[in-house]
């Protein structure tokens, strides 16, 4: 059955009504926004230190995905849970804690991945540019846009 142009018009505008709020609400779905404006300015002496250094842990963290990428969605989470400089710092410091006392690359990386399981299994998530990602790794990746 087809519709009447009336019909078609209605789901037409229907249509378009829902993808203008869906537009609006939650997150948009590009994987790799635009840096926004803010930018906390962190260097390594800003947080607990490391045996490892920072640099060296983000890297093997990082592994093979592209860097850029992940300071994006970095950037995005700053943005929108810790506005401020020393709501960064003290939002970070958790994370470098868990790694702080490991001589290891490979035992701080599986440190940080337990950690993001062990937030999935509390459903310890956010939402940030389209992804749901585990707080440990959303702050993994805000890590590497604030020391990038």
Same mark, same amino acid.
Request: charged share 15%.
């Given at each position: 059955?087809? =519709?009447?142009?009336? /019909?078609? %018009? +209605? ?7 829902? !993808? ?19 930018? =906390? ?16 842990? +983000?890297?093997?963290? &990082? ?9 994006? &969605?970095?950037?995005?989470?700053? /943005? ?5 400089? /020393? !709501?960064? &710092?003290?939002? +970070? !410091?958790?994370?470098?804690?868990? @790694?702080?006392? %490991?001589?290891? +690359? ?16 509390? @459903?310890? @998530? ?5 992804? /749901?990602? !585990?707080?440990?790794?959303?702050? %993994? ?8």
């Amino acid at each position: 059955m087809n =519709p009447t142009r009336r /019909q078609a %018009l +209605l789901l037409a505008l229907a249509g378009l009504g829902a !993808a203008l709020l869906g537009a609006g609400c939650g997150d948009d779905a590009d994987p790799v926004p635009a840096a926004p404006t803010f930018d =906390p300015h962190l260097t390594a002496t800003d947080l607990p230190p490391t045996g490892l250094g920072l640099a060296a842990l +983000l890297a093997a963290w &990082i592994g093979d995905a592209t860097p850029a990428h992940i300071a994006a &969605i970095g950037h995005v989470y700053l /943005q929108r849970f810790a506005p401020e400089r /020393q !709501a960064v &710092i003290d939002d +970070l !410091a958790n994370t470098v804690a868990l @790694v702080a006392d %490991l001589d290891d +690359l490979d035992t701080a990386v599986a440190a940080w991945q337990t950690a993001a399981l062990d937030d999935f299994d509390a @459903v310890t @998530v956010v939402a940030v540019s389209g992804w /749901q990602l !585990a707080r440990t790794e959303a702050r %993994l990746c805000a890590l590497a846009a604030a020391l990038g």
